[in-house]
């Protein structure tokens, strides 16, 4: 049912754990239909390129896998061009997914977008094209 | 071979070596249709009719009440959409549980939409619907009760007997999907007073796409198959005659070892769960304890999720399901997990060990040990138990 990178990524997830002081997280999904997702950003002050990403997710194996390849496909690029790493970049990195998972990888690349929203907030700068996350249920 | 732990008993079964064995001959050279007159084909006839007397005589039935069908869901939409024939100008009644299997719940709505009323009673924590609910929601409209005799999920069993003499005290019929009971724990229809019953043969180590359906004589339902005179004209379709001999054969030794079997697998059942409960924080055990069927094991983790426990499982060579909404095709998790009350996120994480006869001890112990670590690792990655440890700090 998965391909072998999207087994290899839930098996091997890369940049699992919490960043202590994180300069954003955000929080997408909702336990009700069983995925949540919570990225960590590490973003440099002066450069805004993301030092460091971390993930924790509650979820099936495609929710996982594309939890860390959206970390990998993030990491060492500045927050601008993170936003610009959309659900079908983390399908296709993955090889793709099955039908019924696609919403997995919407679910990775709104959790990206809700740890940038919180970061813009927290350090007021604004990034363009970047809304409000949708489905945050973080609120911390 | 690479280790294969099967302990997904309640979806399908392996089937028997001897079962098989008795199976060939029909599947070979007594390959004729039991309907033709010639002497050829008197032996499969014969075949059929000694599978027949053994299932009746199981359940305590005459030989004439058993129709040989494709399996459980053929049942379930006979009894159902047939008494609703049948009985429409007495009413357009039916009740039933939350927690019947879909072929029971999806025919009940096929039949709301064909304008019948369905009431589907609740359950309470342990799955088991009360007798008090069952007598109230009886209408003089009231056509047919239908609930199953043990659930596939949570391997809670119901109290059909009470069922049983509720429904023939108000002159309602009563059918009971007993797919997960027959052929493991004792049945008898005029004890019991049912009056309809839909089994399967792949469930107890028989074949698959062949089941039973025990309709009492006194009720006429219409055919659910037309097209033949087979099964007294009620089941149209050439036998499938390897499939009954192996249906009969499977039940036969299935009864016959029953009490041993039982014995061996609730004593091998409740020594998983006491260790999973003892070992692993944060598990419930769903279903209830006592009446229960030997082989079901259901116990929910909290903060995880059930696929990709089972995939992890699965890695270990462990073959075992879900109620999870990933696994259940939909959004929801399985309906029988919230109808016992509880909460989606921890539905999610429920796992479901059916256990054969084969099942041992060190099958056990290492299914326990890798789900420790499984459990363990799934938490570390997961924000909700997160959550929980800051929330509460040790």
């Known amino acids: 049912m998965y391909s072998e990178k999207v087994m290899d990524h839930f098996t091997n997830p890369r940049n699992v754990g919490e960043i202590e002081d994180a300069s954003g997280v955000g929080t997408v999904g909702n336990a009700k239909c069983g995925d949540i997702m919570r990225i960590y950003l590490d973003v440099d002050e002066e450069t805004k390129v993301i030092k460091d990403c971390k993930f924790k997710t509650f979820g099936c194996g495609a929710a996982v896998a594309t939890s860390s390849m959206a970390t990998e496909l993030v990491m060492g690029k500045t927050i601008y061009e993170a936003l610009k790493v959309t659900n079908k970049a983390v399908m296709e990195a993955l090889d793709g997914l099955p039908p019924v998972k696609v919403h997995c990888s919407l679910l990775a690349e709104e959790a990206i977008h809700a740890a940038l929203w919180d970061y813009a907030q927290k350090h007021n700068i604004e990034i363009e094209g970047l809304e409000p996350p949708k489905a945050d249920i973080g609120d911390e | ?394």
């Open chain 2, 1 to 394: 071979m690479e280790k294969l732990i099967y302990l997904d008993n309640a979806a399908t079964t392996a089937l028997k070596p001897s079962v098989l064995k008795e199976m060939l001959p029909y599947l070979e050279e007594n390959y004729s249709n039991p309907s033709s007159i010639y002497s050829f084909a008197q032996k499969a006839n014969a075949a059929v009719d000694e599978a027949r007397r053994a299932i009746a005589e199981i359940i305590g039935a005459k030989e004439n009440e058993i129709y040989f069908t494709s399996g459980g869901s053929e049942g379930d939409n006979w009894a159902l959409k047939e008494t609703a024939e049948l009985l429409k100008d007495k009413g357009k009644h039916i009740i039933t549980s939350k927690i019947e299997h879909h072929a029971v719940l999806h025919t009940c709505e096929y039949l709301e939409h064909q304008g019948y009323d369905v009431t589907y009673l609740d359950v309470d924590e342990n799955g088991v619907v009360s007798l008090e609910a069952l007598e109230k929601a009886i209408r003089p409209d009231t056509i047919l009760i239908s609930i199953m005799f043990a659930n596939n999920e949570i391997g809670t069993i119901e109290p059909v007997k009470e069922i049983g003499e509720i429904a023939s005290k108000h002159g309602v019929l009563f059918h009971t999907d007993a797919v997960q009971a027959f052929a493991h724990i004792p049945i008898n229809v005029d004890e019991l007073h049912i009056d309809m019953l839909s089994a399967s043969g792949h469930k107890f180590h028989g074949p698959k796409g062949i089941g039973f359906f025990y309709m009492r004589n006194s009720i006429k339902l219409g055919a659910l198959i037309h097209g033949g005179a087979q099964e007294r004209a009620r089941r149209a379709g050439t036998h499938n005659v390897p499939g009954i001999v192996g249906l009969a054969a499977a039940a036969k030794y299935a009864v016959g070892t029953m009490e041993e079997n039982a014995k061996k697998e609730a004593e091998l059942r409740d020594y998983t769960i006491e260790r999973v409960l003892k070992e692993i924080p944060y598990a419930r055990l769903n279903g209830d304890r006592v009446n229960r069927l030997p082989n079901n094991i259901n116990i929910c983790f909290r903060f995880i999720e059930g696929e990709s426990m089972l995939i992890m499982l699965d890695q270990k060579g462990i073959c075992a399901s879900s109620g999870s909404a990933c696994t259940s095709g939909s959004l929801d998790p399985s309906h029988v997990l919230l109808a016992i009350g509880l909460p989606h996120e921890i539905a999610h994480g429920s796992l479901r060990l059916t256990l054969s006869e084969e099942t041992t001890k060190e099958d056990m112990d290492y299914v326990v040990d890798n789900l420790k670590v499984i459990i363990e690792r799934l938490r570390s990655m997961s924000p909700l138990y997160e959550d929980f440890v800051k929330e509460n700090p040790v």
